[in-house]
């Protein structure tokens, strides 16, 4: 088909016009019957949003994407293109796209009555058929379906009256594609209202022309639910022409918000074969967005974007990296003292309510830090709870000890690995621990494991923990309060 060039040969190939929602929906009802995925690369909305979002192109309708930030609403919107047909024709030099078997522009239909069955024919790809533009409150109508353009008026010597001195707008120019407008609320109420007809029944009306343009398109919008209250509103009667109205959500499980940060991560193969990341150390930076999404620090209107997993992943291999780089070695691995270089991607991330501004933005950070284990530690150890009987019974009685007699110990940022190990290995009490309550734990994260253990108790109170220039101090409980005293 693409080596078509003239309406002729277009005609006596048997080409059949398809609006843009059929076409969506003929290769969506061709995809599901194949049993191939249908918006790959999109995790953990396979039997809520997916679904919802099918039933709405298979319906035809213009769709809402409605959530929070950082929920993959615009990836959904860009996955759709997959479903268009790879190349589509327009008449060449059409501005907007003209379907060369009905034709809507005066250009288009001008130049068809001139040549015939030679107007020429052009191809383009379904890449170029997305068309996006982020809501913000300085856009206008001009900028959206159009206006009078005085240049080509005076270059064409042609009078205010005559309909060819219109400038179309990004949405005619986007004419049989996708069009995406993102966070729809803030665009002003009377630029949504530009919108009715269009959506309805695909007048556009410019300076006082009333061009009738049956356009072709598939809209997707993307709203924040705060929106409605923080910056503006959908009008009502454009959210009733709008057909289907989806909810997004976050992950709802460690595993899935594991596999989107690794899938969207930005690292390097060197990066990936110069850092190990031990798999608690990955469970703990995804349960930290867990944590903040329920923080009373934080505003959970707002939500909590999963770029901040992603971004602290990043930041996590960087720490371990920039660590191996100044002490010379080839390969290293993450652990836990780490997680102080992911706190400048947490506090950009997150929006504090009034208790979390008091705290500070990098001190909330260490908490929910300190939440993610405080939250994991029963899964890999025996519970604390707040008050025992007998403190001798305790299984971390043997390390409590070890603390109290040695005055505890420091673990250094910059010690090298070999360093670290020795740290850890002179807590003798730590290796038993593992033997007795997790000696199946792989051994390469043993060691990470030992510290998770000290940071666990630091957390259910049982030892103390100090940030110091150089590294983390952990001392008993007692004797810090006394040497505080």
Not at 183 to 197: G, T
Not at 260 to 287: C, F, G, N, R, W
Request: glycine share 6%; net charge negative; aromatic share 10%.
């Amino acid at each position: 088909m693409k080596e078509i060039k003239i309406l002729g040969e277009l005609k006596l190939s048997g080409y059949l016009s398809k609006s843009i929602k059929d076409e969506l929906r003929d290769n969506l009802r061709a995809k599901i019957k194949s049993g191939k995925p249908v918006f790959e690369g999109v995790h953990g909305f396979e039997n809520t949003v997916i679904p919802e979002l099918e039933r709405a192109i298979l319906s035809r309708h213009n769709i809402n994407l409605l959530g929070l930030r950082g929920q993959a609403k615009t990836r959904l919107a860009r996955k759709m293109i997959e479903l268009l047909d790879e190349y589509m024709p327009i008449i060449a030099g059409s501005e907007i796209n003209d379907d060369p078997m009905q034709p809507i522009s005066r250009f288009a239909k001008d130049l068809i009555l001139e040549k015939g069955d030679a107007t020429p024919i052009q191809w383009i790809h379904r890449s170029e058929r997305f068309f996006e533009k982020l809501a913000t409150p300085d856009v206008t109508v001009a900028d959206l379906i159009g206006d009078v353009d005085p240049i080509k008026a005076a270059n064409l010597k042609l009078s205010y009256a005559d309909d060819r001195v219109i400038h179309f707008g990004m949405i005619p120019r986007a004419n049989r594609c996708i069009f995406v407008i993102n966070e729809l609320p803030d665009l002003q109420a009377r630029i949504q209202v530009a919108l009715f007809n269009i959506l309805q029944e695909g007048d556009i009306q410019i300076r006082g022309f009333k061009v009738r343009m049956p356009l072709d398109m598939q809209f997707v919008f993307t709203a924040n639910p705060e929106d409605y209250t923080n910056r503006g509103s959908i009008v009502t009667p454009l959210k009733d022409r709008i057909g289907s109205q989806i909810l997004t959500h976050y992950p709802e499980s460690i595993a899935v918000a594991r596999t989107i940060t690794h899938q969207e991560a930005k690292l390097d193969k060197s990066q990936m074969d110069a850092v190990y990341v031990p798999s608690l150390a990955k469970d703990l930076l995804e349960q930290i967005s867990f944590e903040a999404r329920e923080s009373e620090f934080i505003d959970a209107k707002s939500g909590v974007s999963a770029r901040m997993s992603i971004t602290a992943y990043e930041n996590l291999l960087s720490t371990a990296e920039r660590r191996g780089l100044l002490s010379g070695a080839e390969t290293t691995t993450v652990r836990l003292s780490d997680f102080i270089g992911v706190i400048p991607a947490i506090t950009g991330k997150v929006e504090l309510v009034y208790e979390g501004e008091q705290e500070g933005a990098a001190v909330v950070a260490q908490h929910l830090i300190g939440d993610a284990i405080h939250t994991f530690f029963p899964a890999f150890f025996p519970k604390i709870e707040k008050l025992e009987r007998d403190a001798n019974s305790s299984p971390y009685a043997n390390l409590l000890e070890w603390f109290f007699a040695e005055t505890g110990f420091e673990l250094l940022d910059d010690a090298t690995d070999e360093e670290y190990r020795n740290q850890l290995d002179a807590v003798k009490p730590l290796e038993e621990l593992i033997q007795k309550y997790q000696p199946n734990f792989p051994e390469e994260d043993k060691y990470f494991l030992k510290e998770f253990l000290l940071w666990g108790l630091v957390e259910y109170d049982k030892l103390s923990k100090d940030r110091v220039a150089v590294g983390y101090q952990f001392k008993d409980l007692y004797s810090n309060y006394i040497n505080k005293l």
